[in-house]
């Protein structure tokens, strides 16, 4: 009897450790990688091989448990035609559990985006994944996304990374960025969805990161495995602001520093650094560096709220920071002070705005502000 059941046990033990089918497609053998998708059973995990240059639409719908390892160089292209008006080249919908290692995507100006990924997906992850056209990556549909080392070369289309529709998404390393044209681009577009991001590069973007229609992005170190530091440089000049945060938006600076140099441009106005309005919130504590803007280093505008605690904003050829139009900026007490110097005006704010904590500001030299407090709060009874 005891035999049995040893038999019995190990037996099942070899049955749970049956590994994951794998398939290979070799798309330069004329092998179709979403002919193979088609016909695979979807709620199985397996992993499929993909070699060469396919040049078709890849639907992923349904799926359970599947990985996409692509070898080196294997690429999925844009064909030149679309009867099925597919608005993505790789389309990953209504799944669960899928992950894209490795694979080169390129799409032209005729297509909305390279990749999409919808239809309430979760546990989806693109890993060392490169895109060159249009759009880059967008997330829509309450999907729940990780991005690792991703690289968009965004050509066409407005938006490098994109979460919609109370999308959650997770950045850890990677590049968006864009040559120089003349057309109008955002590195990160962030539109009621939800984003955590580290280790980030965005460059050569007119909006950097735009938050709007109560999107929330927090700069948290929340894998010990990537980079810290965002950065968002701007070595062309077309930059016109580092960070919009707009329309009951939130953007909060954790455990991960924002870098941002180079920013807006030489007419000030509302360009430069970090732009908040319409009833939204910056909550940088000593996260934000701010150095050498073209335009304004930190603007709060239209009802909007902005805390510092050791930030430093520096260099810059307008306003430091700026508070106009009925907001309010805190600066709290920090070792090191927050500094604010060396900008045109470091402090300047209208009769119906204020700024709080100016003894926990250092070296700011040219102010211009009639509500500015030394302390956090008026005299408290």
């Known amino acids: ?14 049955l749970g450790a049956t590994a994951a089918p794998t398939l290979t497609v070799d798309c330069d053998a004329g092998q179709s990688l979403n002919r193979t998708l088609a016909k695979m059973d979807k709620f199985t995990p397996a992993t499929v091989t993909v070699k060469g240059t396919c040049t078709e639409y890849v639907l992923i719908d349904g799926f359970n448990g ?7 160089g294997a690429t999925l292209q844009q064909p030149n035609t679309n009867p099925q008006s597919n608005p993505y080249v790789l389309s ?58 991703v690289t968009v070369n965004l050509t066409f289309g407005y938006a490098a990374v994109s979460a919609f529709d109370k999308s959650d998404v997770h950045i850890v390393d990677g ?26 590069t965005i460059r050569d973007m007119q909006q950097s990161i735009n938050i709007n229609s109560s999107g929330s992005v927090d700069l948290v170190n929340f894998d010990s495995t990537g980079g810290t530091d965002v950065v968002i440089d701007n070595p062309g000049g077309t930059n016109y602001n580092g960070a919009l945060v707009f329309d009951g938006s939130s953007l909060n600076l954790g455990s991960v520093k924002l870098r941002i140099t180079n920013a807006g441009q030489p007419w000030g106005g509302d360009t430069g650094a970090v732009f908040v309005s319409n009833g939204s919130t910056l909550n940088a504590g000593a996260n934000l560096v701010v150095s050498g803007s073209q335009g304004q280093g ?7 709220h902005a805390e510092l605690a050791g930030s430093s904003i520096t260099g810059g050829a307008h306003g430091g920071l700026v508070v106009v139009n009925l907001s309010t900026a805190g600066v709290d007490t920090s070792n090191p002070l927050t500094v604010i110097s060396a900008n045109g005006t ?36």
Request: hydrophobic content about 45%; some cysteine.
């Open 1 to 14: 009897m005891m035999r049995l059941v040893a038999l019995a046990t190990l037996l099942f033990s070899a």
């Open 66 to 72: 599947l990985t996409l390892n692509a070898v080196q």
């Open 92 to 149: 990953i919908k209504a799944s669960r559990g899928v992950t894209v290692l490795g694979l080169a995507v390129h799409s032209s100006s005729s297509l909305f985006s390279s990749i999409g990924i919808g239809g309430g997906s979760n546990d989806v992850r693109l890993q060392s994944v490169t895109t060159d056209g249009s759009w880059g990556v967008v997330v829509y549909e309450a999907s729940q996304v990780w991005l690792v080392r």
């Open 175 to 200: 590049l968006l960025q864009r040559p120089a044209n003349s057309a109008f681009n955002a590195g990160l577009l962030v539109g009621s969805g939800h984003v955590t991001m580290q280790g980030m």
């Open 298 to 304: 930190v603007i709060v505008s239209n009802d909007s």
């Open 346 to 381: 470091d402090l300047f704010c209208d009769s119906r705005s204020q700024i709080a904590g100016a003894l926990n500001i250092a070296n700011a030299t040219v102010v211009q502000c009639n509500n500015l407090l030394p302390g956090n709060y008026e005299n408290l009874p």
